[in-house]
């Protein structure tokens, strides 16, 4: 699958943004989707991840509460809303795909996700 993310920029901070992610194929049913996030020096983050059949969602503490993930899997869209968007939240985004059924362990880490689009910049102003 291949994937192409969309919807990043400046925003202030407590502001919100709404990132998109195409991908090429239908992906509900067949891959569990992510968000990540990365910033200069540091390794890829997990933000938020949704598994393969809408059988849970996942967040990262430091967007719970602000950020919320979901398909629109009429169109192989994956979203990113982003409420109330802190300084710390900037970086680019990236959005992943991962064949595998993966469980409640294994959803948060990169290297079990096979599929990336090519990020996305969020710059979020003090």
């Known amino acids: 699958v291949q994937l192409q993310a969309s919807g990043g920029g400046l925003v202030q901070a407590g502001g919100s943004l709404r990132l998109s992610c195409a991908a090429s194929?239908?992906?509900?049913?067949?891959?569990?989707m992510g968000w990540f996030r990365q910033t200069p020096g540091k390794e890829r983050e997990f933000v938020t991840a949704?598994?393969?059949?809408?059988?849970?969602?996942y967040y990262a503490d430091s967007v719970k509460g602000r950020f919320t993930i979901s398909r629109d899997n009429a169109k192989d869209i994956l979203h990113l809303q982003m409420n109330s968007l802190k300084p710390e939240d900037t970086a680019v985004y990236y959005c992943?795909?991962?064949?595998?059924?993966?469980?409640?362990?294994?959803?948060?880490?990169?290297?079990?996700?096979?599929?990336w689009g090519q990020g996305t910049q969020v710059t979020v102003s003090s």
């Open positions: 992943a795909a991962s064949h595998l059924g993966l469980i409640t362990s294994e959803i948060r880490r990169a290297d079990n996700y096979h599929y």
């Open positions: 949704t598994k393969r059949s809408g059988g849970g969602t």
């Open positions: 194929e239908r992906t509900y049913g067949r891959y569990t």
